[in-house]
Structure formats: structure tokens, C-alpha cells
């Protein structure tokens, strides 16, 4: 049986996949580059860089590849990260946003190659179920940048 990820998602960088593909593997756990196609004296790129390459963050395969500058991220894409404690959610949000990442609101952040993620607590669905319950919570998200697992949750709870 083959073990291929069926649907993978692919991003285009400039010039900095191998860059951002190693710093991607150093924030997640259980995280590795797969492979690497570095270009040969055919390029497209100068030989010897990264062409293409795939790594593995939490079992989830991502493919990168030096494109050149003519397509960025946009906010239309985000990764995802559910984080259990606040303190999973501080990590994330610190590292992503280190070194030119930018905040950006209801626990949206752009990382320094552009890609946005979403940093997010995993009790955020339950939080929500409750539709009086939730429009409390998400009154309180919409007023913050990086979201905070104890202000939802006394949102939630308020009588």
C-alpha cells in the first residue's frame, strides 16, 4: 500500500526554501526534511540549490520550492496550529513571529517568509458551540492579537 500523503501543500518561495524549510523542522516537534532536489548546471537556479525539497511537520508533509519572486503568500492560505496550554501557544507565537514576523490580530501572525499561520487554543471549537456562549468568546477574540486561553475561557464561563 503506497503511504504518500494524498493531498500536500505546496509553497513557492523566492529563494530561501531550504531556509525556511529548515526553520520550519526546528520549531515542531516530530518534524524532518523528506527530501531535497537541488538544481545541476541545467538550473532553473544556480547548482547546487534547492529546486524543490519536502519535509514533515507532525506527520503533516509540506512541499517547497524556489520559484523566484513572481508569486507571495497571501492571508488566502494560513496554517493552522492547535495548541493545548497557553504556554504551547506562547511558544508558537514567539518563535513565528521572531526575526521580521509580524502579529496580526485573532491569533493570525505572518512569519517571516510571509506565511500566515493561525495560533490558536485547541478548546477553541467547544468554546464556541454554545451560541450565546460564543458570541462572548468571539467578542473577546476579535479585541486580541495573540489569544489567550484564560480570557476566552472566563468569556465562556460569564453568567
Known sequence: MDNTQKITTFLWFNDNAEEAMNHYVAIFK?????????????GPGAPGTVLVGTFRIEGQEFNALNGG???KFTEAISLVVNCDTQKELD???DTLCADGGKPVQCGWLKD???????????????????ARK??????????????????????????
Open 30 to 42: 516530530d518534524s524532518k526534511i523528506v527530501s531535497v532536489l537541488r538544481n545541476g548546471e541545467a
Open 69 to 71: 519572486p513572481q508569486f
Open 91 to 93: 511558544a508558537y507565537w
Open 112 to 130: 517571516k517568509y510571509g506565511l500566515s499561520w493561525q495560533i490558536v487554543p485547541s478548546i477553541l471549537p467547544k468554546l464556541t458551540q454554545d
Open 134 to 159: 460564543s458570541a462572548r468568546v468571539m467578542q473577546a477574540l476579535m479585541q486580541m492579537v495573540k489569544l489567550d486561553i484564560k480570557t476566552l475561557q472566563a468569556a465562556y464561563d460569564e453568567k
